[in-house]
């Protein structure tokens, strides 16, 4: 009997065993939060095994089998999920379920699954050999039970204590994410993300010193005003680099007509992206705030939004009518409830029963970029009031593998050989052709005198070809942060170069300068781009990682390449039990030209504390939106 009980419970441990030390994508998590985190979760199974094993097989069976369920889901789930959307989900997630059911359109990206597959059969076998040699124990055996018992609850106690003490201190310090470094993908579910609410003197102060920099050196000579209302149309290209235009191309001439509008134009060469998630991109091109990447969008939710003014609520006000363009369902991040919030009073969503009943071509997600340009123009061109449109484009996004009905390009080998990267090619040269047919529209319309056209880009991609693989984190990260930012202003005739760093924040000020609108830019934190300052700056957030660019100066967390396309995930090569603040984890560079274009850069020390002040203004950002003062 007592072999048999052993039998059983030693098989019964093994299976938790294998779930908690295998739960870093398969292997043993190399940081200390995230193995602790894992033994936390080993230690609590095993001790709800242990006990249910004092009753019947029924009962017992069911716990074993219940246990390894749970792994299976949770492990299964934060994996695909971590692929997908680069960080791992929560309780406070379940909200955005709907939204995360469609991100198995990229189900064939599934890298774990062979991993997922061992790890879950073999687990299985051992709770089904436990159930079967389980039997309830003899007297003596209860009281080795209870010992047993006591000791993972002790282990459970003590992992339990410490990981709440340090996720505390990192949620003070605004760097909290669920990230693999930090939690397993079980007890990820289980733990609440949330930023402290409460407004500090240190966030408002950080607000304050980075609009200090926004002091202005040369006036930009747009200040007269226009003397009608321009229109405006914002185009936000999904997931296109800067690093794939001129003059930064990787391979080939991937965007040949979206370079020759920069060149036309004006053009700004060291424009970033403030996060890594198409909705939060588009709020700081509308709003000029951070949405913090290590959270659930404010899209999410609007019913508690009670301080925020946005671009097209301000333009609105003054006459505008507003829309918003887009070739997929109107729920998606709950657009549908969240833009009308912020000033959008028109919204041409394209969900699959409008899809088919007005025949519309469609490529990966919902409407054919190209289709969309088209139906935006026809809907402009009838507006007989000025207008402020937003569109962000669809065709581009990941897993980029879709039926695009244009011939492969030509420097696709380029790409040596990574899929992804080639895929991601594809879909951009795509994207070039979609817009070049808009443009080529417009400039023949009438709109082309009296609307000006921004394009930009809502986010990068983490995809190289194999030489880029080998590149600096800081190249890297150039990369993916890189944006680009191109406008078309019918009064100006000339091609214009903005060199100074800006970022999407900086887009509200500058088209309320090119509109006449200049009482409203000291709503924004932003700065006019058109016009010098001091010490240009941006920031840039992938999850609770964060950037911060003054001048010549980059400053980010110590770090290396997360996985997956879209980087949403705390930097892998920290993962510390308790941090005591931010600016242990700063590395500064000091850049000597563009690091796309031969610059070169080299680490410095610098006395600012860049990265604490960066994450409090976002903090600041995101306590005020729902606050009420």
């Known amino acids: ?23 870093y994508f398969g292997r043993l998590n190399p940081h200390p939060s995230g193995m602790l985190s894992a033994v936390f979760i080993a230690s609590l199974s095993l001790s709800i ?51 995360s059911l469609d991100s198995f359109r990229a189900i064939s990206e599934f890298s774990l699954l062979s991993d997922l597959l061992w790890i879950s059969g073999i687990g299985l076998v051992l709770a089904i050999i436990s159930i079967c040699v389980h039997s309830k124990p003899l ?23 410490t990981l709440t003490v340090s996720f ?3 949620r003070q310090l605004s760097v909290f994410t669920l990230s693999p470094s930090y939690v397993s993908p079980v007890h990820a579910f289980f733990v609440r993300e949330s930023l402290p609410k409460a407004l500090e003197k240190g966030q408002v102060a950080a607000e304050l010193e980075f609009k200090s920099l926004n002091r202005k050196t040369i006036s930009s000579g747009l200040d007269a005003r226009p003397s009608e209302k321009l229109n405006v149309i914002v185009i936000t290209l999904e997931s296109i680099r800067a690093s794939l235009m001129r003059p930064y191309p990787e391979v080939g001439d991937v965007t040949p007509h979206l370079n020759q509008f920069a060149n036309e134009n004006i053009k700004a060469t060291q424009f970033y992206a403030n996060t890594n998630f ?11 705030i951070f949405d913090y990447s290590s959270k659930p969008p404010y899209s999410k939710f609007a019913d508690e939004i009670k301080n925020l003014e946005c671009l097209p609520e301000i333009l609105a006000r003054e006459g505008y009518k507003t829309l918003y363009f887009h070739g997929n369902k109107s729920q998606f991040y709950n657009r549908d409830q969240y833009l009308p919030k912020i000033g959008f009073q028109q919204l041409e969503f394209f969900d699959a029963e409008r899809r088919k009943e007005a025949n519309l071509p469609e490529i990966g997600w919902g409407v054919s970029d190209e289709a969309m340009y088209g139906l935006m123009l026809d809907k402009l061109s009838g507006e007989s009031e000025p207008f402020f449109a937003h569109i962000t484009t669809l065709s581009s996004h990941y897993p980029f593998k879709w039926e695009w009905g244009l011939p492969s390009p030509d ?5 040596g050989g990574v899929e992804l990267f080639s895929n991601y090619l594809t879909a951009a040269h795509y994207e070039d052709y979609a817009f070049s047919k808009f443009w080529d529209a417009f400039r023949h319309s009438a709109l082309a005198s009296n609307t000006i056209v921004l394009v930009t880009s809502d986010h990068g991609i983490w995809a190289f070809d194999r030489d880029s693989e080998k590149a600096d984190i800081l190249i890297k990260n150039e990369q993916f942060f890189r944006m680009p930012l191109a406008i078309y202003h019918p009064y100006i005739d000339k091609p214009i170069e903005i060199t100074q760093v800006g970022s999407q924040i900086d887009i509200p000020p500058t088209l309320l300068s090119m509109l006449g609108l200049t009482k409203y830019s000291s709503n924004f934190v932003g700065k006019d781009l058109l016009t010098a300052v001091e010490k240009p700056w941006a920031i840039m957030m992938k999850s609770g990682e964060v950037s911060v660019r ?23 090569s920290y993962g510390e039990i308790y941090l005591g603040s931010v600016g242990e984890l700063q590395k500064c560079y000091l850049l000597d030209g563009d690091p796309l274009h031969g610059g070169g850069y080299r680490q410095t020390i610098v006395s600012e504390d860049w990265l604490s002040k960066g994450l409090s203004l976002i903090s600041l950002h995101n306590n005020r939106v729902f606050s009420e003062n």
């Not at 007297?139 to 204590?161: G, Y």
């Not at 991109?281 to 000029?288: F, K, L, M």
């Open 550 to 572: 003054v001048g010549n100066m980059l400053c980010s967390m110590a770090s290396g390449s997360c996985g997956g396309a879209h980087q949403e995930c705390m930097a892998k």
């Open 168 to 170: 505390d201190r990192y």
């Open 1 to 23: 009997m007592k072999r048999i009980f052993e039998s059983s419970l030693t098989c019964a441990a093994a299976m938790v065993l294998l779930f908690a030390f295998t739960s």
């Open 411 to 415: 420097y696709l080998s380029a790409a």
């Open 278 to 288: 198409t909705v939060k991109g588009e709020t700081a091109i509308w709003c000029g």
């Open 139 to 161: 007297t003596p055996i209860v009281k080795v039970r209870a010992v047993l018992i006591a000791f993972p609850l002790v282990i459970t106690l003590v992992a339990a204590i």
């Open 49 to 99: 095994v242990l006990i249910s094993s004092w009753f019947s097989r029924w009962i017992y069976a069911s716990t074993v089998i219940g246990v390894w369920l749970v792994h299976v889901i949770l492990s299964a789930g934060n994996w695909w999920y971590f692929q997908y959307f680069q960080t791992y989900f929560n309780y406070q997630s379940l909200s955005l379920i709907d939204d």
